[in-house]
C-alpha cells in the first residue's frame, strides 16, 4: 500500500505531538538542508493535510528560483510528486511520503 497523503493513509510522522525524524534521514549528505527543512514540515502535519507548493514557498519566504531548485531536489529524491487535483480539490498539491519514498 502506498504512504501518500491525500490518497491513501500513510504513518503520521509525529509521536506524542512531536515531529520523528530518523537519524539515517539527517544524515544523509545526498539531501540538503534546505530540502531537510522542508521535509520535516511536510511530516509535522496530519495525515488529511494537502500541502499546496505556493503555500510551502510562501511559509518559507523562498524566492522563486530558491523554491524551483528545492522543488526538483524533493521529486529527483522521491519525496513529493505533484497532483493536479482531485475532485473537489481543484489546485495542485503535493503527494508526499518522506521516510519511505514514493513508488
Known amino acids: 500500500m502506498s504512504n501518500v497523503v491525500g490518497i491513501s493513509p500513510r ?11 530518523p537519524d539515517s534521514f539527517l544524515d544523509n549528505s545526498n ?4 530540502v531537510k527543512s522542508i521535509c520535516i514540515y511536510l511530516q509535522s502535519f496530519p495525515d488529511a493535510w494537502m500541502p499546496m507548493p505556493d503555500k510551502i514557498q510562501s511559509r518559507f519566504r ?16 522521491g519525496y513529493v ?3 493536479n487535483g482531485i475532485e473537489g480539490h481543484r489546485k495542485p498539491f503535493l503527494e508526499f511520503d518522506i521516510y519511505g519514498g514514493l513508488k
Not at 31 to 34: G, P
Open 31 to 34: 539531501i540538503s538542508w534546505d
Open 81 to 83: 510528486r505533484l497532483n
Open 11 to 21: 504513518k503520521t510522522g509525529t509521536i506524542d505531538g512531536y515531529t520523528y525524524v
Open 62 to 77: 523562498l524566492s522563486k528560483a530558491k523554491w524551483k531548485k528545492i522543488y526538483h531536489e524533493l521529486i529527483e529524491g
